[in-house]
């Protein structure tokens, strides 16, 4: 619902003759995905923790990033792939004086990368108010440029 809403309201912002070029990332094997999400040199884990990082920062935050861990789960049914922060121990944290209280195995979700098959990007254009014209796949099929024509 999130991605045909936004969608949609692209639409409306463009021309009949106007086109949009929109990336996706694809379904694939989900133990690819969760690597990529549990990767050996700890990107994903780094990014999701530089947010803490950042509010302790700009927000007065203090935030312990050793009392957390990253944490992936990725659902092939519907394509979600969430990455969590997950509280290692009970802690208070403040962030601008107001105070938030974790319990051990709380978690953050820190963000959601949806999956998409390419029916299912069909069925996103069209009910979007879009055709798709064309797709540009990487060489693994992992990746896809749609080019969406107004419809």
């Known amino acids: 619902p999130e991605a045909q809403a936004f969608c949609a309201g692209l639409k409306k912002i463009l021309s009949p003759n106007d ?7 694809l379904k ?5 995905i969760l690597d990529a999400y549990n990767d050996k040199a700890g ?14 920062r700009e927000l007065d935050g203090n935030f312990e990033l050793n009392a957390f861990e990253h944490y992936a789960s990725y659902n092939p049914e519907n394509g979600a792939c969430k990455s969590y922060l997950i509280s290692l121990q009970n802690q208070n944290v403040s962030i ?3 105070d938030f209280k974790f319990l051990k195995d709380e978690y953050i979700l820190m ?3 949806q999956k998409y098959s390419k029916q299912e990007i069909e069925e996103l254009a069209n009910a979007s108010g879009f055709k798709v014209a064309k797709y540009f796949t990487d060489e693994q099929h992992y990746f896809v440029d749609a080019v969406w024509q107004v419809a």
């Open 19 to 25: 086109i949009l070029i929109i990336g996706f990332d």
């Open 28 to 32: 694939k094997n989900p133990q690819k």
């Open 43 to 56: 990107i994903t884990s780094s990014f999701n923790l530089n947010l803490l990082t950042r509010i302790n």
């Open 96 to 98: 601008g004086g107001i």
């Open 111 to 113: 963000e959601i990368s």
